[in-house]
């Protein structure tokens, strides 16, 4: 029966086999499939800081868009016509 649960990282590591043979590789050679990887410490990592949300109006910033999205539109339709000329 093939395995259906892709959340559960066993499952998912037998699909990959699996998926890994049909293509020819040997999961089990080191020269073709790389099993481990480095992890560096928390000295190495650089937190990310959240930034604050916008003071702005949602609203208004979609009014905006929606502006700028009909000036792109109304210069790619004098371009198309120039084009097609």
Known sequence: ???KDYTKETDARIVIDDLLRQVGWDH???SQVLTEFTVYG???HKPQLAER???EDPAELIHETL???C???EGLERLLKEVEQ
């Open 42 to 44: 928390a000295d190495r």
């Open 71 to 73: 000036e792109i539109t």
């Open 53 to 55: 949300a916008p003071d």
């Open 1 to 3: 029966m093939p395995v």
């Open 28 to 30: 089990a050679d080191k």
């Open 67 to 69: 502006t700028i999205d």
